[in-house]
């Protein structure tokens, strides 16, 4: 019976049949402990460990098992002395250390091997013995292990070699292409498939998609028509020039990036607080896709933003960008109720996960507890990179409070910000200390009315002590003579007891001026805060960051992922099967930041420019090259273009990292510029579009949907807001916070709105927004019935198609209704429409108009008679749910 | 760990191709990334012959002390008072037990309904889990992993299983709570969205309010207009579908939104009851209103071929108020006998299966916080109580003993991973081969863990 157990390294041995193999019987048993007790450690091993090595170990533990359980080979030294996926079992003369004794043992928290039956006490203290003799192995190594096997391979996978120029293919339609390397390797896949492209979209569906693919937004009427009826030779080349320039560019691709850095502004997790000032880098990623700022800068800037030189004459502005890039360190999702080691090793893993996932497309993390599986990524490298992240702090902000343990300090920005911070920073001192003050004074007033009271005792008693004594006085005058029981003339005369009394009154009329002298200053205090309160100076804008610790160190192997349980110290370094010649290594004095930045946005690193052209390449067919873009990888797919992908890469490199030319180049290549037509032909070979013999139809992002239907119904603000709403919440737990105050209604741009983990907008959530919490370059579609719903029935679509139909209605355009038909579906679907469709749509029309309503909504800013406005919002509201108006497809001329 | 988004192989469903002939219609092209379908929720094939086919779960959020429920402890009855292994004094159960049923099973006074019918329960007394605070064990206890986010129950066993009511959402949860994990313990999260649970409700409204998004129109144009709009929609739509097969996604989504905005009132609304069943229910008695409802939506839902429902009952977390146990498990018991009664009569329970769990139990001692003894327990995930009922399990079968004192299972322990492998055992799904490939890695609700509890499967 096989047993996979928890962790690789535990599955060490299996039986198949427990009676195979004689355990050491007694006789032998005895003779060991005498052997052991003079003999070398290599006696012990060719007779006694050796053979339960071979009997009880090597079905599972070889290089020959069927599987190889938990990456440990037992049968050559080199195996046995590297231990599993999740490192060493044991050291040399270490027994007590020995995890591989723990295991014989059965311990708790081991799994124990063999796992069928537990060898005897006489074997485990052979193995014992062994260890502490300096596990002498006489086996000789032959050739590396299985494991050193697959490493050599993998480090020979397609995506560790450089990107090398190629010849570019011939052709046999020498006509076809339009940029001759991007189109001529497509042409030649073709080719080579024995298929031939479709033919060229028609006008209207191309100008459609650009709008779309490069803006996120969709054509007017009038800029369909400025393109259609644009006889020049270069018509398409300006509007995508147009198009590059405009800064929707960079909210449609800064988007795009967004989701790849889990952009977010809140923590997420189980305890999910606000990040009030997240934003900055929102803003900073799309005023980079627009300045067209080069790849390898922004790359360098997120990674080590606040360790790069400044350079003479450079604005404060591009400083302070610089500073807010490295946020992406920052934002990631947190357990904020954790702290200490636990708390910072999650951070660091997170960054390692974004960071290489999204510039190396690297799975780097699953090396957390264990070499990765499949990827030449020893733990090692996960612990040289945690090494460097670790002597990072990230900087996020938060306050101290239940279930956050650890804030930190947020980056000032903007025009006088550390002034401005250091203002309210003292001012805030101000406050507390003089609540201090207040505090103790109200203290003070307690003591001081303590004594008072005391006091006040003091003297009515002195009060009643003199008026007995005066009574007693007065009656034996009267009486002339003294009992003889009375005892209170002994001690205390009147006069004593009237000194006493004037006493007791002079102290308590200096504790009661106390009090109130004390009082007063609470007043005062208590005006002082209060006053203080009102008038904080205004704070600066913060953004998140990150800077080095003061003592950046190595950090050591966490052993099967345990911070708890250390191993060896791993010194700071990179990807260890990925070369990058001239690349710095870590100096050990810095976090080892600022040489990853340079060992990633470099144009040796083979990974980097691939991964940013493939990506820009996935949004502009909705496949990359490499279609799982997240991941080049062993378990990545492979390109279907190997020599097109390097191509790209290379020019990319070549041309300055710029994302924009980028985008040009393959915008203006012919495969780009395909009609969606099917084929049959093409379809029965190629049905998934791999080899590119059409453009394939796309479904809209959410943003996209939203941002189409706002600009519809003329409601869009494309204005920039400042800031994000999260930030005037402040400091929060989300789920305290009303979702009408998270999501409050906006005209902005989808890019704007904001990103709390878990409480995305619910056209988000529907329409396959990704969780923020997690890496994303390609999201996925799907087509389910609650968003019917709410394309048919929600507030949002609701009131958009009123206010697209009272903006049809006042249109001067159009005078007639089949006119207005038309008018609405270029807005919507920017084509006109068919005969029938006009008709149905008339029809439509007319029967609301006709309708006996249930409820006649008032028209909120126009003087338009309800029903007409109901007629045509009608109609809007049917575009809305169409395919067409969230697919890019082909339109009808 | 590997939490990018790959593309998407349906390995489970790979599988069952590879496994049997004929399954042509399983074939999911134009899932992955880039393709949608709605026809990811058709009833699907299990791996093998099962009773189960649905599923109720009935989440106790906060850890229900097994001590008052159904773990019958005498020595701790008796030691009272005594001191305890950790830092507090044993506190003897504040109910009374007795036997009940054919079985002899042991029920606390708290429960006198379900007592009714320990003939049908198959009670778990040994479950243990890997956590005893709260923001681990409830995603736990859904999704199986608390690192990462992963898809829940639910979402896992509408993937294996598909729905039987194309008109209604496969998944519900009522009135799920917001904290620790929140919408994570009911989504899906790298499986496709379609396999998420659609929400009614949530903790701290009441389940009278509680609706789906978006089912009534707001546009005030009518139901004529709504129609003919669709009608006009689904004209303009069908030519696409010479461009691609992924509009038969959008033309069938905009079907089931019609078809969902009337059978989801209609399987929301409870006023086709008979005063009778509401009242069985405990609807309209003021502390058996909110969960009655939730019970009989339960039935309702499954009745109408709804996969897997999630009902949640707040407030189990008695770390100083245990002394009111029994007014929580007042509001409970009745709703829940009445719908494992009215699930039998209707013939449901068969292939229904029930689950009752916390996210974990609770302590045989007193919890002493900042310094004082109070009446109540802290949490414990070591050794606690879960039931089962209906479709597969060994009914009236009292399975595993914590120690005597109910410090931890000593015998017949289920962990949680245990209970995910053995209910989707139940429902004819191979735990695991139920995979997802996600980020280049075959993930399952169990991770590595899980054995099937045969014990109690009968």
Redesign the interface.
């Known amino acids: 019976m096989k047993r996979?157990s928890?962790y690789g390294l535990s599955a060490l041995l299996l039986i198949v049949h427990a009676g195979d193999f004689v355990l050491a019987d007694e006789p032998e048993a005895k003779e060991l402990n005498e052997t052991a007790a003079e003999s070398d450690g290599t006696t012990l091993f060719e007779r006694q460990i050796l053979p339960v090595l071979v009997n009880q170990c090597y079905e599972c533990h070889s290089k020959d098992s069927e599987t190889i359980e938990g990456g440990l080979e037992l049968d050559s030294p080199a195996g046995m002395l590297r231990g599993g996926d999740s490192g060493a079992m044991f050291e040399a003369h270490h027994a007590d250390k020995s995890e591989l004794l723990r295991m014989l043992r059965h311990e708790e928290g081991v799994s124990g091997m063999p796992p069928e039956e537990k060898l005897s006490e006489e074997v485990i203290a052979a193995f014992e013995e062994w260890i502490r003799l300096g596990a002498p192995d006489s086996r000789e190594d032959t050739g590396p292990t299985a494991k050193e096997q697959r490493l050599s391979e993998a480090e020979g996978h397609w995506a560790f070699q450089p990107p090398l120029p190629v010849e570019p293919p011939t052709v046999t339609d020498t006509d076809w292409a339009r940029d001759p390397l991007i189109d001529n390797f497509v042409l030649a896949r073709l080719e080579e498939a024995g298929l031939a492209p479709v033919s060229d979209a028609n006008r209207l569906t191309l100008v459609r998609r650009v709008y779309f693919d490069l803006i996120g937004l969709p054509p007017s009427p009038e800029q369909v028509n400025a393109f259609v009826s644009d006889e020049s030779p270069d018509a398409f080349e300006k509007l995508v020039d147009h198009l590059l320039d405009s800064p929707q560019f960079g909210e449609r691709w800064g988007r795009h990036w967004l989701d790849v850095v889990r952009y977010a502004e809140s923590s997420g997790m189980?305890?999910?607080f606000t990040y009030p000032h997240a934003w900055p880098y929102r803003d900073y990623v799309i005023d980079s896709l627009n300045a067209d700022k080069p790849f390898d800068d922004f790359l360098r800037e997120q990674i080590a933003g606040d360790l790069l030189p400044n350079e003479e004459g450079e604005s404060p502005e591009v400083i302070e960008a610089r500073n807010i890039a490295p946020s992406l360190l920052a934002f990631g999702p947190k357990r904020h109720?954790s702290s200490g080691t636990e708390f910072q090793i999650d951070i660091a893993d997170d960054q390692i996960?974004v960071v290489f996932?999204s510039t190396q497309a690297m799975?780097v993390?699953?090396a957390?507890c264990h070499d990765h599986k499949?990827d030449p990524i020893p733990q090692t490298d996960y612990y040289a990179l945690a090494g460097i992240f670790l002597s990072t702090e990230p900087r996020y902000g938060t306050i101290k409070q239940k279930y956050s343990n650890t804030p930190t300090e947020l980056l000032p920005i903007g025009e006088d910000a550390q002034a401005m911070h250091d203002a309210a920073e003292a001012h805030e001192k101000q406050i507390t200390e003089t609540e201090q003050s207040l505090a103790s004074k109200k203290e003070e007033v307690t003591k001081a009315e303590e004594a008072e009271k005391l006091a006040m005792t003091a003297k009515t008693e002195a009060k009643e002590l003199l008026a007995a004594i005066t009574s007693r006085l007065e009656a034996t005058a009267a009486e002339g003579e003294v009992s003889e029981n009375d005892t209170t003339t002994t001690d205390t005369s009147d006069a004593d007891a009237a000194t006493a009394l004037d006493q007791a009154v002079a102290k308590l009329t200096e504790a009661t001026t106390l009090v109130t002298t004390l009082k007063d200053e609470v007043t005062k205090l208590e005006t002082s805060v209060a006053e203080l309160k009102e008038s904080r100076p205004p704070r600066p804008q913060y953004a998140m960051t990150v800077r080095d610790r003061e003592q950046p160190a190595d950090t050591k192997l966490a052993i099967r992922g345990d911070f708890r349980n250390r191993g060896e110290v791993v010194p700071r370094g990179f990807l260890s099967a990925v070369h990058v010649p001239d690349a710095a290594s870590v100096d050990p004095t810095h976090s080892g930041r600022l040489e990853l930045a340079n060992w990633i946005a470099n144009p040796d690193n083979p990974l980097t420019a691939r991964v940013m052209v493939n990506r820009i390449w996935h949004h502009l067919f909705?496949?990359g090259i490499v279609?799982?873009v997240?991941?080049f990888?062993m378990?990545?797919?492979s390109p279907t273009h190997p020599q097109l992908l390097d191509t790209l890469a290379l020019r990319f490199i070549e041309e300055g990292w710029s994302v924009k030319r980028m985008v040009r180049a393959i915008v203006l290549s012919r495969a780009y510029q395909l009609s969606?037509?099917?084929d049959e032909k093409n379809m029965a070979v190629d049905?998934d579009n791999r080899l590119l013999w059409r453009a394939?139809?796309?479904?809209l992002e959410a943003e996209a949907i939203r941002d189409a239907t706002l600009t519809v119904s003329g409601q869009l603000e494309l204005q920039r807001p400042t800031g994000s709403t999260v930030t005037a919440l402040g400091d929060k737990l989300v789920?305290g916070i009303p979702t009408e105050k998270i999501q409050p209604p906006s005209q902005h741009r989808s890019v704007y709105l904001p990103v709390v983990r878990?409480y995305v907008p619910?056209l988000f959530d529907l329409f396959?927004f990704?969780?923020p919490?997690?890496?994303?370059?390609?999201?996925?579609?799907?087509?389910?019935?609650?968003?019917?719903?709410?394309l048919?029935?929600?507030?949002f679509?609701?009131?958009q198609?009123r206010h697209a139909a009272e903006r049809l209605l006042a249109s001067e355009d159009v005078s007639d209704d089949a006119g207005r038909v038309a008018l609405a579906m270029q807005w919507a679907l920017g084509r006109l429409p068919s005969d029938a469709?006009s008709e149905?749509?008339l029809?439509?029309i007319q029967?609301?108009q006709q309708?006996?309503?249930?409820?006649?909504?008032e028209a909120e800013t126009s003087d338009e008679d309800p029903r007409i406005v109901?007629a045509w919002?009608?109609w809007f509201?049917?575009l809305f749910?169409?395919?067409?108006f969230?697919?890019l497809?082909?339109l009808g001329d | 760990m590997t939490n990018h988004s790959s593309e998407p192989t349906i390995s489970r469903r790979g599988w069952l191709q590879a496994a049997s002939c004929g399954l042509g219609s399983l074939t999911l092209t134009g899932l992955a990334p880039g393709g949608a379908s709605a026809g990811l929720l058709s009833p699907q094939v299990a791996h093998y012959p099962a009773k189960a086919k649905r599923v109720i779960f009935l989440f106790m959020a906060g850890g229900p002390s097994q001590f008052e429920s159904f773990d019958h402890k005498p020595a701790l009855k008796a030691g009272g008072g005594k001191e305890g292994l950790k830092k507090g004094k044993l506190l003897a159960p504040l109910t009374e037990f007795a036997q009940h049923g054919e079985s002899g099973m042991w029920v606390s006074d708290a429960f006198p309904h379900l007592a009714k019918q320990t003939d049908d329960l198959c009670l778990l007394n040994a479950v243990s889990a890997p956590s005893r605070a709260h923001p681990i064990a409830v995603p736990m206890m859904h999704t199986g992993e608390f690192q990462f986010v992963r898809p829940s129950l639910g979402s896992w066993v509408l993937y294996g299983l598909g729905t039987e009511n194309q008109d209604l959402p496969g998944f519900f949860t009522i009135k799920p709570t917001r904290t620790f994990g929140g919408p994570a313990n009911y989504g899906s999260a790298f499986l496709p969205s379609t396999y998420q649970a659609t929400r009614l409700g949530w903790e701290g409204q009441p389940v009278k309010d509680a609706t789906i998004g978006n089912l009534t129109p707001q546009h005030g144009l009518g139901a004529d207009a709504a129609r003919e709009s669709l009608k006009l929609s689904q004209l303009m739509n069908k030519p696409l579908l010479n461009q691609t097969e992924e509009v038969r996604g959008v033309i069938n989504s905009l079907e089931l939104s019609d078809r969902m905005q009337s059978a989801v009132p209609q399987v929301l609304d409870l006023s086709t009851e008979s005063q009778e069943t509401l009242a069985s229910y405990g609807i309209d008695q003021e502390r058996t209103d909110d969960f009655g409802r939730q019970c009989l939506l339960a039935r309702r839902l499954v009745e109408s071929g709804v996969r897997f429902v999630e009902a949640t009952s707040t407030g189990w977390d008695h770390h100083s108020n245990l002394d009111k146990f029994k007014d929580k498990a007042e509001s409970i018991d009745k709703p829940i006998a009445a719908l494992l009664a009215d699930l039998k009569q209707r013939g449901l329970l068969d292939e229904t299966l029930v689950l009752w769990t916390g996210e974990f139990g609770r302590t045989p001692e007193t919890q002493v916080l900042e310094g004082k003894e109070t009446i109540g327990r802290d949490h414990n995930a070591e050794g606690f109580t879960a039931w089962l009922a209906g479709g597969g399990v060994r009914s009236g079968l009292t399975h595993g003993m914590t120690d005597e004192l109910g410090y931890k299972a000593v015998e017949g322990n289920v962990h949680l991973h245990d209970l995910h492998a053995t209910m989707l055992h139940l429902l004819g799904l191979d735990h695991t081969k139920l995979t997802y490939r996600y980020g280049g890695r075959d993930f399952r609700l169990t991770n590595i863990h899980g054995e099937i509890v045969q014990e109690i499967v009968a």
Do not use: H, M, W
């Open positions: 996979t928890l189980e305890f999910n109720n996960d996932k799975t993390s699953c957390r499949f909705g496949r279609p799982t997240d991941n990888g378990l990545g797919k969606s037509r099917i049905p394939t139809p796309r479904r789920r878990d619910e396959d990704p969780s919490s997690l890496v994303t370059g390609q999201r996925v579609v799907t087509n389910v019935p609650s968003q019917a719903l709410y048919r029935n929600s507030e679509v609701a009131e198609s469709e149905a749509a029809q439509l029967q609301v309708a006996e309503v249930p409820e006649v909504k109901n919002s009608a509201l049917t749910t169409t395919a067409e969230r697919y497809v082909d």
